[in-house]
């Protein structure tokens, strides 16, 4: 199983950056997608992005494209989010998660193990 911990989340103005970390500690983190999930008060979670076991495919939600990175480090088990041109609407708790099961990488069924979230607040 994997243990997963979300980190790197902050408070901010629109515009900013921030690099938002996902460290694993389990076993077999390669085998496994990673993807990233963010919910605000009074909304289910929403995806976000993923990247696969290896890196060789990413995929992100239209509200990101062009701004956010997924990327990830096998080597060090851990997996990121470069977020860039942060807007407002970007203010959620941001949870990673890895993907045990095939199918489609914006289904949160598909991902059974996640970290416990990291705060990003955005204004304006």
């Known amino acids: 199983e994997v243990q997963l911990q979300a980190s790197g989340g902050g408070s901010v103005q629109a515009g900013a950056s921030l690099r938002l970390s996902c460290a694993a500690s389990?076993?077999?983190?390669?085998?496994?997608?990673v993807g990233w999930f963010r919910q605000t008060p009074g909304k289910g979670p929403e995806w976000v992005s993923v990247?696969?076991?290896?890196?060789?495919?990413?995929y992100y939600g239209d509200f990101v494209k062009g701004r956010f990175t997924i990327s990830r480090d096998n080597a060090k088990n851990t997996a990121y989010l470069q977020m860039n041109s942060l807007k407002p609407e970007d203010t959620a708790i941001y949870y990673c998660?890895?993907?045990?099961?095939?199918?489609?990488?914006?289904?949160?069924?598909?991902?059974?193990?996640w970290g416990q979230g990291t705060l990003v607040t955005v204004s304006s």
């Open positions: 389990g076993r077999a983190f390669s085998n496994y997608g």
């Open positions: 998660a890895v993907k045990t099961a095939g199918g489609s990488y914006y289904n949160i069924r598909n991902y059974r193990y």
């Open positions: 990247v696969s076991t290896d890196s060789s495919r990413t």
